[in-house]
C-alpha cells in the first residue's frame, strides 16, 4: 500500500521535525485554517500503517468535539488515500480506532475532572506516541501525564523517536509561555519547536478561509484566528496584566517577614495548597489533596520558622476547625467586611487615590494584589514545578472585577463563575489574593503611626 502525502510547506517543516532525534514536542498552528487537523490525522494514518501494533493517542479538551472535528477529518483524508475502510475500524464504544495490522488511535477526553486533577486516568496507558488537538482548551497536567506515557509501545523495535505533536490557536496559557513566547524570543527548548501556520499558508484553502475571518464581527477574535495575535488584550474587566504574571517567575521580590497562607481542599476546593513566603516572595508550595490536620500544620510551621500569627488559613472550608482550634493561627474569610483602606486606581490616567468601597474582604485583596502583581512587587522562586506555574497563571488571569459599568462596590468574579469557565477552583491563585491581607493589616497599622 502507497500512502501519497502532499504536504503544504509549513506541514512539511513538521514533518521534518516528526522523524529527528530531538524534537520532542512540536507545536503547530497559531491560527484558523492553518492545516493542523490534516496533518495530524495524516500523521497518525501513516505511522499506524508503517509500524504494526503501534499505539497512539488524540486528544482534546472535549471528546464530543473530537469526533465531530477532526474524526470527520479523519475519515476524510482516509478517502483522500483511497485507504479501504476495511482496514481500519472506529469503535464507538470505547473510543478509538482499530487498524486491522494491529495498530491503534485511542481518542481520549482531556477535560479537567475535579474527581480526577492530576489525570491519573491516563496514568497506566502505554503509548507510542500521539497528538493533542486545540491545546489552549487542555490543562497542563494533561499533557504533562501524557509525556510520561509515550516511547513505550514498540518504540525500541521500530526506532520511533517519541513525539506529541500538538495544534493551537492563540491562547495564553501554558502553549505561550512553553512555546509561543520563548518561540518569539528565540530561546525555545531543543526539544520543543513551534511551527506557525495560518491560513495563508494552507493553499488548499486559503481562500476560502480568507473570506471567511475576513467577515467576522469579532475584532480580537478575528486578530487571533486570522493574524495569529497571541497578545491581544481582549477585556478591560481583568484584574491582572498577563506580561506583570509572568514577571513573578523572574521578580526579586522584597524580602522580610516569612507567613504561610493555607488554602484548605473541601467545599468545592480540589486540594490544600500552602505558600510560604518571605516578605512579599514565595519560595515554596506545597499541594495535599486532602485538608491538612493541625499537627502536619505545625510541623510545617516550626520547620519554617514561621510564628503562628504570621499563618492565616480559610475559613470558608474545612479550615474553620483549624483556626478554631490552633491557638495563635489567623482566619479569612472571602465573605468578610473589607478591611477599610484606600484603593490605587488601576490606570495612572487617575491620578487621585479612590477611596473604593469593597463589596466583600476577598475583593479588597484581589484588587490589592493586582496591584502588587502589576508593579512588579511579588517574586516567586524560579524552580517552582511548572503544574503550579500554570495554576497560578491560568488562576489569576481569569479574576476579574465584575460590576465595572455600575456604580456599585468592587466586586471580583465569584468562584462559581471561575469554576465554569476554567473548571475548577482557584486554590493556587487564592493563597496569592489571601497573602494581601496581612499587606492591608500592615497598612493600617503604619498610618495609625502617623496619626
Ligand atoms: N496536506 C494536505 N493535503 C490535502 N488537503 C489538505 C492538506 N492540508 C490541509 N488540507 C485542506 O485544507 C483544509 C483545512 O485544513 P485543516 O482542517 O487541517 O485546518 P485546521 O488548521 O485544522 O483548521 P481549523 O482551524 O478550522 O481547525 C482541509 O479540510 C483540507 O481540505
Ligand atoms: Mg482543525
Not at 66 to 73: A, D, K, N, Q, R
Request: charge should be positive.
Amino acid at each position: 500500500m502507497e500512502i501519497n502525502i502532499k504536504p503544504t510547506y509549513k506541514q512539511y517543516l513538521v514533518w521534518d521535525k516528526l522523524f529527528n532525534d530531538y524534537t520532542k514536542y512540536i507545536m503547530f498552528g497559531g491560527g484558523a485554517g492553518g492545516g493542523k487537523s490534516w496533518l495530524i490525522c495524516d500523521w497518525l494514518i501513516y505511522m499506524c500503517f508503517k509500524y504494526p501494533g503501534t499505539k497512539w493517542f488524540l486528544g482534546r479538551e472535549e471528546l464530543k468535539r473530537l469526533m465531530g472535528s477532526t474524526f470527520i477529518t479523519f475519515c476524510k483524508v482516509m478517502s483522500a488515500h483511497n485507504i479501504s475502510s476495511e482496514l481500519w475500524k472506529l469503535n464507538g464504544q470505547y473510543n478509538y480506532i482499530q487498524f486491522l495490522n494491529g495498530s491503534r488511535i485511542d481518542f481520549l477526553d482531556m477535560k479537567y475532572l475535579p474527581s480526577d486533577p492530576l489525570y491519573e486516568r491516563f496514568g497506566s496507558m502505554e503509548f507510542t506516541g500521539g497528538a493533542l488537538e486545540e491545546v489552549g482548551e487542555i490543562h497542563f497536567t494533561g499533557f504533562d501525564m501524557l509525556k510520561s506515557r509515550i516511547g513505550r509501545t514498540l518504540n525500541l523495535e521500530y526506532n520511533i523517536p517519541s513525539k506529541i505533536l500538538l495544534t493551537c490557536n492563540p491562547k495564553k496559557n501554558w502553549a505561550y509561555f512553553l512555546f509561543y513566547r520563548p518561540w518569539k524570543e528565540k530561546k525555545l527548548d531543543k526539544d520543543k519547536c513551534f511551527i506557525q501556520a495560518l491560513y495563508n499558508d494552507n493553499e488548499y484553502t486559503a481562500k476560502q478561509y480568507r473570506d471567511n475571518l475576513s467577515s467576522m464581527s469579532d475584532k480580537v477574535l478575528k486578530q487571533r484566528l486570522m493574524f495569529g495575535l497571541w497578545e491581544y488584550d481582549d477585556d478591560p474587566s481583568r484584574l491582572f496584566e498577563y506580561d506583570s504574571i509572568i514577571d513573578m517567575f523572574t521578580n526579586e521580590a522584597k524580602r522580610g517577614l516569612k507567613y504561610c497562607i493555607v488554602d484548605q481542599s473541601g467545599r468545592g476546593k480540589d486540594r490544600t495548597v500552602i505558600t510560604l513566603w518571605d516578605g512579599l516572595f514565595i519560595y515554596k508550595i506545597i499541594t495535599m489533596k486532602e485538608g491538612i490536620s493541625m499537627q502536619e500544620l505545625d510541623k510545617i510551621l516550626r520547620q519554617e520558622q514561621i510564628p503562628r500569627s504570621k499563618c492565616l488559613v480559610d475559613e470558608d472550608g474545612v479550615g474553620f476547625g483549624i483556626v478554631k482550634d490552633m491557638t495563635g493561627i489567623k482566619g479569612f474569610v472571602n465573605n468578610a467586611s473589607a478591611i477599610k483602606s484606600t484603593r490605587k486606581p488601576k490606570k495612572e490616567k487617575d491620578q487621585e487615590k479612590i477611596e473604593t468601597n469593597y463589596a466583600n474582604l476577598k475583593s479588597q485583596c484581589w484588587d490589592t494584589l493586582a496591584n502588587y502583581v502589576n508593579s512588579g512587587k511579588i517574586g516567586i522562586y524560579k524552580d517552582i514545578p511548572t503544574e503550579y506555574k500554570e495554576l497560578i497563571i491560568e488562576d489569576l488571569d481569569h479574576i476579574k472585577q465584575t460590576n465595572m459599568d455600575k456604580d456599585q462596590s468592587f466586586r471580583v468574579t465569584t468562584k462559581e463563575d471561575i469554576k465554569e469557565e476554567i473548571g475548577r477552583s482557584t486554590d493556587c491563585g487564592d493563597t496569592l489574593m489571601m497573602r494581601m491581607m496581612f499587606v492591608l493589616k500592615d497598612r493600617i497599622k503604619v498610618s495609625f503611626a502617623f496619626c
